[in-house]
Nanobody, 114 residues
Framework: VQLVESGGGLVQAGGSLRLSCAAS????????MGWYRQAPGKQRDLVAH???????NYEDSMKGRFTISRDNAKNSVYLQMDSLKPEDTAVYYC?????????WGQGTQVTVSS
C-alpha cells in the first residue's frame, strides 16, 4: 500500500496550494480519506475527511478556506487550500482508513510566509 502526497511548498500568506494524494494497493473507493497536519512540536491533527460516499468533514478553523475532494477513477484525494495563513505551516499527511485498516502517507511540507 502506498499513499504519495504532492503539491506542498512555500507560499505567501493569502495564497493557495492544492495538495494531492495518490493511493495504490487499496480498493480506493471503499476508503474514507483524510488530510492531517503536524506542526513542529505539536500533535498531528485532523484537517478534513471525505467518506467513500463523498461526505465531508472539516476541522473548524479550516471551514471555508480548505476543500477536500476525491476522484475514485484516479485513486486520488485532494486538498485545495485558500487564504493560507502562517499558522497553516505544517507537514500535511494523507490518511486512508476502512474498518480497522489505516494507512498514512509520508507527508508533504507546507510553509506559509508572512
Amino acid at each position: 500500500v502506498q499513499l504519495v502526497e504532492s503539491g506542498g511548498g512555500l507560499v505567501q500568506a493569502g495564497g493557495s496550494l492544492r495538495l494531492s494524494c495518490a493511493a495504490s494497493g487499496i480498493t480506493f473507493s471503499f476508503y474514507r480519506m483524510g488530510w492531517y497536519r503536524q506542526a513542529p512540536g505539536k500533535q498531528r491533527d485532523l484537517v478534513a475527511h471525505i467518506t467513500s460516499g463523498g461526505s465531508r468533514n472539516y476541522e473548524d478553523s479550516m471551514k471555508g478556506r480548505f476543500t477536500i475532494s476525491r476522484d475514485n477513477a484516479k485513486n486520488s484525494v485532494y486538498l485545495q487550500m485558500d487564504s493560507l495563513k502562517p499558522e497553516d505551516t505544517a507537514v500535511y499527511y494523507c490518511r486512508a482508513d476502512y474498518a480497522t485498516l489505516v494507512y498514512w502517507g509520508q507527508g508533504t511540507q507546507v510553509t506559509v510566509s508572512s
